[in-house]
């Protein structure tokens, strides 16, 4: 089992629409989630940090259950500029080394 | 510097020939990781530098992958007798020490090696 999963999609919605990803982990001794996002080309971004009560930035809303050992993404209101590849990474135990989750690319069209 | 400076930002190189490859972290972020991204795939870590402790080396794919952190600051990848499955692109990445607050990495533009 890999360290840090989610499905690679493609997700293809329509504008205005939610989307949700989730992103499952291997490790229960993990310690700091975070959800990034990746331009095509480009470097990764971070998109925000995840937090045991979950946490919300304007459209975007993350959760953590730590019971489950999944962290999820959702998406309202989609814009044509939310097409990207959105990762999943946990820094797992002492030595915090990231771990990144494979992505999953989302489309948005008009 | 404002962010992480990674240079070149393109190398093609010929099968063979050895490659390095640089990386300035964050001011101020004594941790260091260099990833790899093949086409299509995502991130594979190779190794991690924190402070002054031994580097983890855990992911480096061979023994032709070398890494060395100067001065706690700057890093060189270093890939010796380049083979075409050695092309892809080189990601530098910086964080403040574990354990505080703002663990998030921030990552350089990378380096896109190819070896022809």
């Known amino acids: 089992r890999k360290e840090v999963e989610q499905d690679p999609g493609p997700f293809n919605v329509p504008e205005g629409a939610t989307v949700a990803f989730n992103c499952t982990y291997s490790?229960?001794?993990?310690?700091?989630f975070f959800w990034y996002r990746q331009d095509c080309r480009k470097e990764p971004k971070l998109l925000m940090s995840v937090y045991s009560s979950g946490n919300e930035d304007g459209r975007f809303t993350a959760q953590l259950n730590r019971a489950s050992q999944y962290i999820s993404l959702l998406i309202r209101d989609s814009k044509l500029s939310d097409s990207a590849t959105y990762l999943c990474v946990v820094n797992s135990g002492g030595s915090y080394i990231p771990t990144f989750g494979r992505g999953t690319s989302l489309i948005v069209h008009p | 510097g404002a962010g992480v400076s990674q240079s070149p930002s393109n190398k093609v190189t010929e099968k063979g020939k050895d490659v390095e490859l640089r990386c300035d972290p964050i001011?101020?972020?004594?941790?260091l990781y260099w990833y790899r991204q093949s086409l299509g795939q995502g991130l594979e870590f190779l190794i991690y530098?924190?402070?002054?402790?031994?580097?983890?080396k855990s992911g480096l794919p061979s023994d032709r992958f070398s890494a060395e952190r100067t001065g706690g600051s700057v890093s060189t990848l270093t890939i010796q007798r380049t083979q075409q499955e050695d092309s892809a692109v080189y990601l530098c990445?910086?964080?403040?020490?574990?354990?505080?607050?703002?663990?998030?990495?921030?990552f350089g533009q990378g380096t896109r090696l190819t070896v022809v």
């Open positions: 001011s101020g972020h004594t941790a």
């Open positions: 530098f924190q402070g002054n402790s031994a580097p983890d």
């Open positions: 990445a910086s964080s403040f020490p574990p354990g505080t607050a703002n663990t998030e990495a921030f």
């Open positions: 490790n229960s001794a993990s310690q700091s």
